[in-house]
């Protein structure tokens, strides 16, 4: 069984930046795109970005575009999410997810990953 373990959340002002990290409890099953969702309270799970190490496409939700980056090491079963221009919608915690394996579905959905940390929590103030 894979684990997925995030870190790197905390409390933020409006406008700050913080870095999500999230690793793979094994490195010998290696994944082939991983992702973030976020789920704020009384709210839904939202996708946020996603990458594919196969040829390192990235994918984000329209909310945080140019304000968010991910990237990772697909050897390693790594990935960040690098948040910046934080504002206080971002609030929520934030959810690492892995797929066990190829397929067709959207990275913007979750039904796609198999594979679910515990979640971190970000906090924005104003």
């Known amino acids: 069984q894979v684990q997925l373990v995030e870190s790197g959340g905390g409390l933020v002002q409006a406008g700050g930046s913080l870095r999500l990290s999230c690793a793979a409890s094994?490195?010998?099953?290696?994944?082939?795109?991983m992702g973030w969702f976020r789920q704020a309270p009384g709210k839904e799970r939202e996708f946020v970005a996603a990458?594919?190490?196969?040829?390192?496409?990235?994918y984000y939700a329209d909310s945080v575009k140019g304000r968010f980056t991910i990237s990772g090491d697909g050897a390693k079963n790594t990935v960040y999410l690098q948040m910046s221009s934080l504002k206080t919608e971002d609030t929520g915690d934030y959810y690492c997810?892995?797929?066990?394996?190829?397929?067709?579905?959207?990275?913007?959905?979750?039904?796609?990953?198999?594979?679910w940390g515990k979640g971190t929590q970000v906090t924005v103030s104003s």
């Open positions: 094994s490195r010998s099953f290696s994944m082939y795109a």
């Open positions: 990458i594919s190490w196969s040829g390192g496409a990235t």
């Open positions: 997810a892995a797929p066990s394996r190829y397929s067709s579905a959207s990275y913007y959905v979750a039904r796609k990953y198999d594979y």
